[in-house]
């Protein structure tokens, strides 16, 4: 696990028990915060971006979660912002369940190795036994955060 994931997000950009009908409302949903955390980030860009992606072939990995993501010039570094939500959503996952956990990762175009990075290391916690159930329990933000770091440091 790289200490790149711990970095790439904050209490802040977590999400917890979204209500939200289907991906496009999600997807909006976490551009906004993504851009109330870091205004040289413009939420409609990314909004536009990660849905246009979500077209040509969906992010719904399976196992009820979905990896959104985009990249920009408005980021320096690699941005993650997670979300469960207060009920799943239908997003054309193989796997044909709907989503209660999603990722966005917003990657800079100056460092797409960085976005890469952050995407496999949540690949490999969304594989952790336990870690998606434990995600989606968490009362609040701050206690999503301590999943994740809790998950890290355990895969790391």
Not at 28 to 38: F, G, I, N, P, Y
Not at 101 to 113: D, K, T
């Amino acid at each position: 696990m790289s200490a790149l994931l711990l970095r790439s997000t904050a209490p802040d950009l977590m999400i917890c028990r979204l209500d939200a009908p289907d991906r496009a409302a999600v997807v909006s949903a976490m551009a906004k915060r993504l851009a109330e955390v870091d205004p040289q980030i413009d939420a409609e860009h990314i909004e536009r971006v990660a849905l246009a992606r979500e077209e040509i072939e969906s992010t719904g990995i399976g196992e009820r979660v979905a990896l959104p993501h985009a990249r920009t010039d408005g980021v320096q570094s690699t941005r993650l912002c997670i979300c469960t939500l207060a009920d799943p959503v239908e997003w054309q996952a193989y796997d044909e369940r709907p989503v209660e956990a999603v990722f966005m990762i917003l990657g800079s175009r100056r460092a797409p190795a960085q976005q890469l990075r952050v995407l496999a290391d949540v690949s490999g916690l969304v594989r952790q036994p336990s870690f998606v159930d434990q995600l989606v329990a968490a009362s609040d933000a701050a206690a999503m955060h301590a999943v994740l770091r809790s998950a890290s440091t355990r895969q790391g």
